[in-house]
């Protein structure tokens, strides 16, 4: 993430908004009340808000990555003195997180994490600090992105990826599902919900051109080179495949609903364009994104 303008992240990410909010009351379902929360991984700060306006709290551990993001969120805090902002990667071992990550032991009520875990490759690292930071039936939720094999569509693989690149490139979406699964059961966790969800979301032209380097940057994980994704890699092939595996245009006159109902059969027949001639073509103001994410709810034991 830390290749992305927060603007663009905020205005990309404003159709996931559903999705949180009916986490937080899946939340307070649980319980109405936890007065130590961490949301892991608050992007623009707008989901931690959320958190801190929903539900009891005493207060609220923000922990991010990205510098510029940081400042957003504090820029756009409001007046809310429950919520501490934590520059931190929190990809890396436990000894190696800042004391003020490690005083957290033992100690957080409930974990929060929305569309974030996805960028952290060794997930079973990421979920034995989970489990250190919790308290005993400490709650662990989380959406998780499940990234779209890019190798599954032949037709776009032949034209557009050589055989090298196609190597390196994402795990299907049941080795991911299974992957993190038992990286929860490895920690100890009570699953009470491990549930694979997909969703249909209509963006603006506007909304697709910011998402399209937070699309990017989520491949980088499954790259051990870095300078090789950004020199070899992330160029214009690669973002003609991201573009044509997530988006699929709509047919004038249908419905959300009858997109949602009919996304395999569009997929199949949209016709393959360019990310240029996308860019290009004004005339297209609307498309259909089409995503899975993991949604776990876990118990600490």
């Known amino acids: 993430m830390n290749h992305i303008i927060p603007e663009d992240y905020a205005n990309s990410t404003y159709n996931t908004d559903a999705i949180h909010l009916e986490s937080i009351q899946l939340i307070i379902n649980e319980k109405s009340s936890y007065d130590l929360i961490v949301d892991l991984g608050f992007g623009d700060?707008?989901?931690?808000?959320?958190?801190?306006?929903?539900?009891?709290?005493?207060?609220?551990?923000?922990?991010?990555?990205?510098?510029?993001?940081?400042?957003?969120?504090v820029a756009n805090s409001s007046d809310d003195t429950s919520i501490e902002y934590v520059l931190q990667d929190m990809s890396v071992p436990w000894l190696e997180l800042s004391p003020r990550i490690r005083q957290l032991e033992s100690k957080v009520d409930l974990l929060f994490s929305n569309v974030v875990l996805n960028y952290m490759s060794n997930k079973r690292q990421i979920m034995e600090i989970i489990g250190r930071l919790l308290s005993s039936d400490g709650l662990f939720f989380a959406n998780i992105v499940i990234f779209k094999d890019l190798t599954e569509n032949k037709q776009l693989l032949d034209s557009m990826f050589d055989e090298r690149q196609q190597q390196l490139l994402c795990q299907s979406i049941d080795r991911q599902f299974n992957d993190w699964k038992?990286?929860?059961?490895?920690?100890?966790?009570h699953i009470k919900q491990f549930k694979l969800m997909s969703d249909n979301e209509i963006m603006t032209r506007k909304q697709i051109i910011d998402f399209m380097p937070v699309l990017v940057e989520c491949y980088a994980i499954y790259y051990k080179d870095r300078h090789h994704f950004d020199t070899e890699v992330k160029g214009d092939?690669?973002?003609d495949l991201l573009f044509n595996t997530y988006f699929s245009c709509l047919t004038v006159g249908e419905s959300v609903t009858e997109t949602n109902n009919n996304n395999n059969n569009n997929n199949n027949q949209s016709v393959m364009m360019s990310w240029k001639q996308f860019l290009a073509d004004n005339t297209i103001h609307e498309m259909q994104l089409s995503w899975h994410f993991v949604r776990v709810m876990a118990y600490n034991q």
């Open 237 to 239: 092939r690669f973002r």
């Open 182 to 189: 038992q990286s929860i059961i490895d920690n100890k966790f």
């Open 45 to 73: 700060g707008r989901v931690t808000r959320k958190l801190s306006e929903n539900l009891l709290h005493k207060h609220v551990v923000a922990i991010d990555v990205v510098p510029e993001m940081l400042a957003h969120a």
